[in-house]
Every structure is written in C-alpha cells, then in structure tokens.
C-alpha cells in the first residue's frame, strides 16, 4: 500500500510551496526555520512479518527438535541397538515433518553424500549387525544423492579400515515435491582383490520428510525410517 506523506514544509506553512500561498492564507516570511529531513518510511508486509516471525520459530523448534533426536539415538549403533526407541524416534520425525510443511525436499538440495545415522530397514542392520560372508564386520554406511545425474547409491563398508565395500547403484527420479522413485540398477562386493556382481533387486520410492543444511529424514514405501547427516565427501567417492 503507498502512503501519500505530506512535505514537512506543506505543513508548516498552511501549503505554499516556494513561498507562493495554495490555501489562501498570508505566507509567512518569518524566521527561516531550519529543515528537517524526511525519513522515508519501510513498509513490510504483513505475509513477510508473519513468514519471518514463523521462520525464526520454525527454526527454534527444529532446533530443538534435532537436539532431541541425537540425544536420544546415542548408543543406539545406527538401529542396531536400542530398537526400544523407535517410538520416540518417530515422535520427532514427526515433528519435524510438520516444520518441514509444504516446502520442497527434492531439489539440489538432497544432492549429498549422507551418513547413516539411524535406521528401521532390517536389510541394513543385518549386514551392520552381521556383515557379509567373510568380508569382517560393517563400519559405515552412506547414501548418496545426485539428483542432477539420478543418482543414488546405498553403501556399506566392511573391514578394519573400511577397505570392502558392498554398493548398490540406483536410478532416481524425483515425482513430487517430497517423492522420489527409485530402482536398482547394480549391486557389487568389492573385495581387496576381485568384485563380485549380485543381481539388482527391486524398486520403491522414498519421502523426504525433512531436509535442511545437514539433516535429511526419509520415509519408504515399506513404512521404514531413514536418518542420515550431510558430510562433505565429493559426489563420486564410491564410483
């Protein structure tokens, strides 16, 4: 909304401008009085008071929200242990879908190398709990995203000093604003000496739920839980 803002010397001197009188009235031709500067008004409107003010509470509470979660999945070993809390787990994620809201979580955004953090996907665990044949037992595992490409690639890595990989190459394409679809393309243990090809497996799709600067939430057409934290690994470290 424009405001009309009336010169300062409009209304001193009943309207004249440049001393020739608008109102009728005698001009004044007293004292010179000295100017005072006009500050222009910024107005805001009301949506960008009302998304600011929400965003810095939005913020707090996802803050908040975050600071629970990773207190609660301490010792949990990424879903191995502690299967207990899964309620509690999906108490947060709840909430921090609902402070997600409507923004999109399938943009460039999700492109990362993620590290799990937790997980209800019992394929996972068995192989952190367990590992695979005699590769030793599972380090770490990683999702990455490459929405760019249509990428993505589960990993898990084995071994003392995390030499052995299993990966498992996806084809991803994003369908909604929180959806993506995906399907198995190829799966292989690489070894310290030869790589074993396993036969791809499947398709499915995923929500992210939430998604911020190092944090990602999914959630599967099984109706499993994915946690994982952004790192700076470069996009082609399993290639």
């Known amino acids: 909304m424009n405001a009309t803002v009336t010169p300062f010397c409009l209304r ?4 004249s401008i440049l001393g020739k009188d608008l109102s009728g ?6 004292r010179a009085r000295r100017a005072i500067p006009l500050r222009t008004a910024r107005v805001v409107p009301k ?7 929400s965003g810095g509470k939005a913020r707090k509470e996802a803050s908040a929200a975050k600071k629970e979660l990773f207190e609660l999945l301490e010792g949990s070993e990424r ?14 994620v709840d909430r921090l879908k609902d402070i997600q809201g409507d923004a999109p979580t399938t943009g460039p955004d999700m492109s990362a190398v993620w590290e799990l953090m937790w997980t209800t996907e019992k394929e996972t665990l068995f192989l952190l709990e367990k590992g695979i044949f005699a590769v030793g037992p599972a380090q770490e595992s990683y999702q990455v995203i490459d929405v760019e490409t249509g990428l993505l690639q589960n990993v898990i890595l084995f071994g003392e000093e995390s030499e052995k990989m299993l990966l498992i190459n996806s084809t991803l ?15 292989e243990l690489r070894l310290t000496k030869r790589t074993i090809r396993l036969p791809p497996f499947g398709k499915g799709w995923f929500d992210t739920v939430y998604l911020d600067n190092n944090l990602r939430v999914a959630r599967d057409i ?8 952004r790192t700076d690994l470069p996009l082609d470290t399993f290639q």
């Open 12 to 15: 001193r001197h009943g309207g």
């Open 25 to 30: 009235a005698q001009p004044h031709y007293g």
């Open 47 to 53: 949506a960008v008071l009302k998304d600011l003010f």
């Open 79 to 92: 879903g191995v242990k502690n299967s207990e809390i899964r309620p509690e787990v999906e108490a947060i």
């Open 173 to 187: 394409q994003p369908t909604s604003d929180v959806r993506v679809d995906f399907k198995f393309e190829q799966a």
């Open 222 to 229: 099984r109706g499993d839980t994915l946690i994982v934290k």
